[in-house]
């Protein structure tokens, strides 16, 4: 089943998870080792966040290790940007209109 971003990101684990792979790769154990939850919750999050493409699982030897692949980011950047200019204008729009009403005092 192919996950879309945004399910990754609507979880708080999952967004910490991100996070911590935006600094640098980890080994599954050590992603594990950062959260007061059971491994098998983690795998799932880290599953989930594989099947959304944000972050890939390779073998080193015995190892785990996930690297971050955020570029599907863009696509939540991207409709983020669209809201951004909306209410941009909502309020551009109402401080222009705070501006006049102040400007014109009424008699």
């Not at 080792?33 to 959304?52: N, V």
């Not at 015995?62 to 909306?86: A, T």
């Amino acid at each position: 089943m192919r996950r879309d971003v945004f399910q990754a990101i609507a979880d708080p684990t999952r967004r910490e998870i991100i996070g911590m792979l935006a600094q640098k790769p980890l080994k599954l154990n050590s992603v594990a080792e950062q959260f007061d939850i059971s491994r098998p919750a983690i795998s799932k999050h880290i599953k989930i966040l594989t099947q959304c493409g944000l972050i890939t699982i390779r073998k080193q030897g015995r190892e785990r290790i996930c690297e971050p692949n955020f570029v599907q980011l863009g696509e939540v950047s991207q409709w983020i940007r669209q809201y951004e200019q909306f209410w941009n204008s909502k309020l551009d729009a109402l401080g222009d209109f705070l501006h006049n009403d102040h400007s014109n005092p009424k008699k």
